[in-house]
């Protein structure tokens, strides 16, 4: 289970999504990932992948018969994506403050130094995606990390990021323990 509450709160992913209108996909990729390092979140996997249609539209089946659903399957399926999988204190609670409002136009204007607030284009083109709850947070880590396991994380990894024994690895864009 991935806590936000407890002692050492962990438990949250976070999806920069870069469709190819961003034309400084890079330089994107790079300032988002330098707000969520100077941020203070660890980021224990990372992954660079293209949905297809039918997997966008699986991860965003809870908005089906939505007015905006096709919208944001056809812009999560429309490019590259760089998706994390962060940790931290009160991580889900501090990255969806980072990320900003999903109301890009407002967003603007209350947060604009938020990553929606620099980079989201309209609400469905916002840049960023995070989990709101652990139990999504869980199903979301699986659904583009299936490699990863939780448990195993835990008892193998999960002490040396509390006593911050981990470096970044700019190449491998994920924190490594310090050899």
Request: with cysteine.
């Amino acid at each position: 289970m991935l806590m936000d509450n407890g002692p050492w709160p962990w438990g949250m992913w976070g999806i920069v999504s870069c469709g190819p209108y961003f034309g400084h996909y890079f330089v994107l990729l790079y300032n988002v990932t330098r707000m969520i390092l100077e941020n203070g979140f660890y980021v224990i996997e990372s992954k660079r992948l293209i949905l297809t249609t039918s997997q966008a539209e699986q991860f965003y089946a809870e908005h089906k018969g939505k007015f905006f659903q096709n919208r944001l399957v056809s812009f999560m399926s429309s490019g590259p994506l760089w998706t994390y999988i962060l940790c931290g204190d009160n991580a889900i609670s501090r990255w969806r403050k980072l990320m900003g409002p999903t109301k890009v136009l407002k967003t603007v204007y209350d947060e604009p130094l938020s990553i929606r607030g620099l980079y989201g284009l309209t609400d469905t083109r916002n840049c960023t995606h995070g989990s709101d709850s652990e139990e999504n947070a869980e199903r979301e880590i699986q659904f583009f990390f299936p490699e990863f396991n939780i448990k195993k994380w835990y008892e193998t990894e999960h002490d040396f990021f509390r006593q911050d024994f981990v470096e970044f690895d700019h190449d491998k864009l994920k924190h490594v323990i310090c050899s």
